[in-house]
């Protein structure tokens, strides 16, 4: 029997007092998806936005995000697109950051609001045996 290797999911809680209380959980991209999404994120073009939040949507498992309304804003692309984009960007940035490996030390601090420890607990059980 080989093994299979589970998918890792991140946890993003968020300092900032801004986006304090949000909680993000995101899956990590393949080796190639996170090459493109470091070029993407360099280039804030409208396609190559389009294709940074095509890709983060493609990951994101789950969000606490309330509309104005107290309705879950669902974690689709369409969804993210309709954001606001000073509040996305960074949401974005610290899933590349902590999926990237970032060292928060580094830069004297956590991505931005992001605890490092929590930006990188892997969500899931391990399987029995493991």
Do not use: C
Not at 80 to 109: M, N, Q, Y
């Amino acid at each position: 029997m080989g093994y299979k290797r589970q998918k890792k999911t991140y946890l993003l809680v968020f300092d900032d007092a801004d986006m304090a209380g949000l909680e993000v959980r995101a899956t990590s991209p393949s080796t190639g998806e996170l090459i493109d999404l470091d070029a993407l994120r360099t280039d804030m073009s409208g396609s190559s936005v389009t294709r940074l939040v095509g890709q983060f949507a493609a990951h994101l498992v789950s969000w606490n995000l309330e509309d104005a309304a107290d309705q879950p804003v669902p974690p689709t692309a369409e969804s993210l697109l309709g954001l606001d984009v000073d509040f996305l960007l960074p949401v974005i940035k610290a899933w590349f950051e902590a999926v990237a490996g970032a060292d928060p030390t580094s830069r004297g601090g956590s991505p931005r609001g992001v605890s490092p420890v929590e930006a990188s607990l892997p969500m899931e059980t391990p399987s029995p045996g493991s």
